[in-house]
């Protein structure tokens, strides 16, 4: 195996763009003289913003110009090009006035330095308008009257005409309505060169919606940040906030995440709905092997229900189910969550910070007797030690492990330095699992199967299959034309019985456990995956884009 080393994104574009930024200060201090103007660095020189708008901003970034300052009658302009000829169609109007023009030569960063005051100045405008907020209302109508990707890029374009701080608030409530009336779970503002690119997540899947010029952008995420709660004035960290609007009776939790890159801050918001998902083991698609076996498994008063898969494969919406299905006034649930998604009622859950760690969130957890846990996710040996004792004193644990599949499990809780003798007595069931879009229901249509997928689905249930046909779709206006709608879940599980126990003391390989645990007669991801595709629920495409079904143990 080679050995990758892991870089970090963010520090390395970090690091890149300093490095970048003072070469080209120290280029622009020799080119400046062969223009026969001064260099000048805006971060060191105060920006006089009722001088900086005698241009509009637009104007100002198209041609790369800022008005920073005067002297007597003596406008001081900063410019990236003095040979750009449409600076002086720019600065005419206000020479003609009796002004007259300094130019000084300035690095890219100190220009963008000096436009970001633009941004404080919308804001303060915005203030005194009273339209800092998003107002719900406004979301609410474009919630109601948006019904594709391409509905938000239309409105979007109407607004954009106009150039205001009203603006910057009816294109967030657009932004905000579009993701609510296509159930998108996040937003993405992505700059680029040229232009931002706006994209939603829905089922799991990011889809183009629209782009910004970059002067229309940065107020948006300015305006967002603020929202956020984040500080405005740092652009060159990574900054998480959070805030929510009211919709009718809906409370929208948007947490949002900010990160410098190489063209401007990126940022991304989830939408957490709490109404949005109703927990309930009946909605989770499992088959109804996996079904009875876990109504069976929800019974028992302790020991672990463990379940796996990578970030996204609802793993927390699983779990919560659980939570829900067990939930009566007699017992007393607790969690503790990297952060809490939704609210339960009636649970009791805590989250976790840079003080209260799983670790001693957990032992602080078991001093309040509760009879149910939840831990978000065992990441390391103290929690996994943690929680496998909270399981052995007679409470019923609850929490995930971040691997491939429920075999894998296994192995990676020895790694974490549990005996696998106490895996026996401390584990009831492990679950794997994964997300599947579902194939929408107006424009899905039946094909037949061909030879190579025949064979495939012979080798994955080991055994011919009676069903010759499939179905796919082509994407209609109830699905805005991506052929999926909703999202279901694709099972797999592993009971820790004596056979298993067995296989874990004496070779607790993947194979030797999935051998073990054959005779339970659990579909595995791949069949359970198979089954719903046979079953006309999705396509054998989404199945194998996020489960591979051709290498196989
Ligand atoms: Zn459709």
Redesign the pocket.
Known sequence: MVYMPQFDDTQTNVKLKKLHESEEERLMQILAPKYGIEYINLFATPINSEILKLIPETTARRTEIALFATNGETLLVAVRNPKNPEIMLVLNPLIETGKHIQMFLTTQSSMEHAWEQYDDMEISHAKKQGILDVDPERIKEFAHSIHSHLDVAEKIAQINIERNAHQTSLLIAVIFGGALALNASDIHIEPEAVVVRIRYRIDGILWDVCSFDKSVSTHIVSRLKLLAGVKLNVRREAQDGRFTFNIGTREIEIRTSVIPGAYGESLVMRLLDPSASSFNIEYLGMNARMHEIMLEELKRPNGTILTTGPTGSGKTTALYAFLVSIHTPAIKIITLEDPVEYKLPGIVQTQVNSEYTFERGLRTILRQDPDVILVGEIRDREVADTTISAALTGHLVFSTLHTNNAAGAIPRLIHFGIDPRTIGSACNIILGQRLVRKL?D??KVERALTIEEQKLLHRIFEQPIAIHSVFE?K??D??DGS?Y?GRTGVFEAIQIDAHVVEAIINDPRESTILAAAKHQNIPTMQQDGLMKVLGGITTLDEVSRVLDLYHLE
Do not use: P
């Open positions: 929408c107006v424009c779709s994407g209609c109830a699905c052929g709608k």
